[in-house]
């Protein structure tokens, strides 16, 4: 079968929905199926599901046109999307500028397990432009960043980062979980590569894991045939089905997640125990200017400092009725975690100086949910106390 034959809606006994194919393996075709890899990276053919599987390729199909892009590959979870790439594009003795502020799994394996694989990492604030120039050099083949930068919630400014990495001839990977294709389409500004951690705002709910890259036809080729197939970290089928559904109502979702947010960040800035309130949609932000110029929607994840951090976050963990003090974001449930500055930066922020002017002595993370703003609000009273 071929991957134009996908069983889409009516195809298949009239179903309006995409069927859920589990089927780890296909009818191959003696003539055209080759058992390499790299024999089948460009090949449109179902052969073995860990290459592709039609629920999977139409996730893709739709990942690939919601970013602008040619081409998608889906992963098993962001990181897993996220190795891949690193691994597609660098090669040892090579070189790789990176934010200093990142998803911290992405900081540790560029620290730990790329430099052990002798690629060179400089760490630089990729807010400024003149930094990252500063630190391109004659084996750099790539800048990574994260817009909005978990959990400091610092921009990137994608034209002039893909300015200088054409002038340089470098390539630009952003990875764009926070902001999501509603808000932001970083191919179209110039990028080579955007990422996604699909177990956030695109899926939605908490409820599966999944990555995505994408990018040109010639370079997602060379991503399925090489990393995805010989790391082995494919999406499974029920997940891309999850993830889909979720997609499909992305842009309610956030549109929500931005008003119950910033409804959420004009309550906290208001409140006597809390300190500085990091939103890219308030005047407030530093970046505020570039926020409106770079984002179609702010979404909905707010950073904050609160008198008394770390036995606030025990309150806040038995008082909350609402919101849940849990990791991760993105999902239709509001989530609020404390981040400790000291344990950020002795752990994967230690080569990221700035990241303290911008996080005090912690953070809370609050992933704002979709419940009502009147809900949430009254929940975050009962752990802050009245204003
Ligand atoms: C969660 C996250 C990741 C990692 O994604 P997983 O699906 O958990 O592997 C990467 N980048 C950002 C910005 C994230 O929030």
């Not at 001839?169 to 509603?182: F, K, M, N, R, Y």
């Not at 990028?191 to 990018?215: E, F, P, Q, R, T």
Request: one cysteine or more; hydrophobic letters at 45%; glycine letters at 10%.
């Amino acid at each position: 079968m071929s991957s134009d034959d996908i069983p889409y809606a009516g195809f298949w006994e009239g179903a309006l929905d995409l069927p859920l194919v589990f089927s780890n393996s296909f009818v191959a075709d003696p003539e055209t199926s080759r058992f390499s890899a790299a024999d089948m990276g460009g090949s449109d053919q179902y052969f073995y599901a860990r290459w592709s599987n039609p629920t999977v390729r139409a996730l893709e199909r739709e990942l690939a046109e919601a970013e602008g892009g040619e081409e998608a590959v889906c992963f098993a979870t962001g990181m897993a999307a996220i190795s891949a790439l690193l691994i597609s594009v660098l090669s040892s003795g090579e070189h790789v500028v990176m934010s200093d502020v990142c998803y911290a799994g992405v900081t540790e394996l560029a620290r730990d397990t790329l430099r052990r694989m002798g690629i060179g990492v400089s760490f630089v604030d990729t807010s400024s432009i003149g930094a990252v120039e500063a630190a391109i050099g004659p084996k750099t083949r790539l800048i990574y960043v994260e817009t909005p930068a978990n959990p400091i919630l610092r921009l990137c400014d994608l034209a002039a980062l893909a300015a200088v990495a054409s002038a340089r001839g470098v390539l630009l990977a952003v990875d764009s979980t926070i902001a999501t294709p509603i808000a932001t389409r970083p191919l179209g500004i110039g990028a080579d590569y955007v990422i996604h951690s699909l177990s956030k705002y695109i899926g939605g709910h908490g409820d599966a894991l999944g990555g995505v890259i994408v990018c040109s036809a010639a370079r997602a080729a060379k991503i399925r045939s090489g990393p995805l197939v010989h790391l082995g970290g494919a999406l499974s089928p029920m997940a891309a089905w999850i993830i889909r559904r979720g997609l499909a109502t992305l842009s309610l979702r956030m549109a929500r997640h931005e008003s119950n947010a910033m409804a959420v960040a004009r309550y906290l800035s208001a409140h006597r125990r809390v300190g500085r309130v990091i939103y890219p949609g308030l005047t407030e932000h530093p970046q505020h200017d570039l926020a409106k110029r770079q984002m179609r929607n702010f979404s909905g994840l707010i950073s904050f400092s609160a008198e008394g951090g770390a036995e606030l976050a025990e309150a806040m963990h038995r008082k909350l009725r609402v919101v849940r003090y849990a990791v991760s974001l993105g999902k239709h449930v509001s989530l609020i975690f404390h981040l400790p500055t000291e344990y950020m930066t002795s752990g994967p922020f230690a080569e990221a100086p700035s990241y303290s002017a911008w996080a005090g002595d912690g953070l809370f993370r609050f992933s704002v949910g979709l419940e009502s703003p009147e809900r949430i609000i009254e929940d975050l009273e009962r752990a802050l106390g009245p204003n």
